[in-house]
């Protein structure tokens, strides 16, 4: 009877970003914006992912403002330092240790699979470190430690998240009961944006054209121009199918940054040009955008604040994480 009255415990929810350059448009409105809903629901732990960041070269300079820039970013997206815990991964030292308990139980041959690696050490041929071929596993640390039922992740990590699951349900097979098995979690909403110069690919910040892809930090200038310059079709025509993928583009982040529909959309636009359109998306996503700009500007100016955050996230993730640690730590037979 007692059960029944009490407040069911909220899902547990974890994921992580690379701080590896400018976070773009496509990283907030796949992934990042979720985030913020996800907070309303769930019991939350974001990190930001600076071990990962190092599987490929790193200008040390550039790494360190960058882990200060996203940290601040994700607080300047709103998601709240108290009611969930954000930290930086490499802060919690249980993601490294952990990470070789669970590489002496992941075999070569499944490492070996995964497209993430062969994709980035073709691209990176001079650089491809043991790090970057185990990078899945200190992934598997980061999800495994805090014991998730639920981690968000996008169409290129649902391998990686895979591999999580195989491992820990291997682990637990063989040491007993350590790890919990989490499941994927696909948001309601979540939009895939693609490059605003070549509708085919996902929008990159490591892509060379600069007029491609849109920073969360950009100015709204900045912001507009790019989308004035968006590539689309010469059909003249706002409507959302596959032979216009630059405009469906256009129409997938217009429908994300308002809320309307597609059809809603293809309504208001009936019967005009793409230039207007294209100043329409630009301004929604600049007047979204704005807010995120104006409260980062002042939380980065503020180092002494951030730090106090970080290092409460930081205590607050070692917490959870140092538990879990040992108890693998003992059953695997270590002395402790
Ligand atoms: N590998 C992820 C990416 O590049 C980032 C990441 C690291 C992550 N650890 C994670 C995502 C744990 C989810 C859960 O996007």
């Not at 699951?165 to 637990?172: L, S």
């Not at 005009?272 to 630009?282: C, D, L, P, Q, R």
């Not at 002042?298 to 205590?315: N, T």
Request: proline fraction near 4%.
């Amino acid at each position: 009877m007692s059960e029944i009255l009490q407040t069911p415990q909220k899902k547990k929810v974890l994921s992580c970003i690379q701080p590896s350059g400018m976070l773009t448009l496509g990283n907030y409105l796949g992934a990042l914006k979720n985030w913020c809903t996800m907070q309303e629901e769930f019991d939350c732990t974001f990190a930001v992912a600076d071990l990962h960041a190092i599987t490929v070269r790193q200008d040390p300079t550039k790494l360190r403002a960058q882990i200060y820039s996203t940290y601040a970013l994700l607080l300047a997206l709103g998601l709240d330092p108290q009611k969930n815990t954000i930290f930086i991964q490499s802060h919690v030292p249980e993601h490294a240790c952990l990470s070789w308990l669970l590489s002496c139980n992941t075999q070569f041959g499944e490492m070996s699979r995964m497209t993430q690696f062969k994709d980035k050490s073709a691209k990176h041929a001079n650089n491809v470190n043991v790090g970057l071929f185990s990078y899945p596993v200190l992934m598997a640390a980061d999800i495994l430690l805090y014991k998730p039922d639920l981690v968000p992740v996008g169409a290129d990590q649902k391998q990686h998240l895979e591999i999580a699951r195989d491992i820990a349900i291997r682990f637990n097979n063989l040491y007993g009961d350590v790890f919990t098995v989490p499941d994927a979690y696909i948001p309601k909403t979540g939009a895939r944006v693609m490059s605003l110069q070549d509708p085919t690919k996902k929008m990159s910040k490591s892509d060379e054209n600069l007029n491609s892809w849109v920073a969360i930090l950009d100015s709204k200038d900045d912001i507009i121009r790019k989308f004035k310059r968006a590539v689309t079709d010469s059909n003249a025509n706002v409507h959302f199918c596959e032979e216009q993928a630059g405009i469906s583009n256009l129409i997938t982040i217009y429908s994300a940054v308002t809320g309307k529909s597609v059809a809603e959309i293809e309504k208001e636009f009936s019967g005009k040009g793409y230039g207007e359109f294209k100043i329409a998306v630009g301004e929604s996503v600049a007047d979204t955008l704005a807010p995120i700009k104006a409260a980062y500007d002042e939380i980065i100016k503020d180092k002494k604040a951030l730090e106090v955050l970080y290092k409460q996230g930081a205590e607050k993730a070692e917490y959870v994480a140092r538990k879990t640690y040992f108890k693998a730590m003992k059953k695997v037979g270590f002395v402790l």
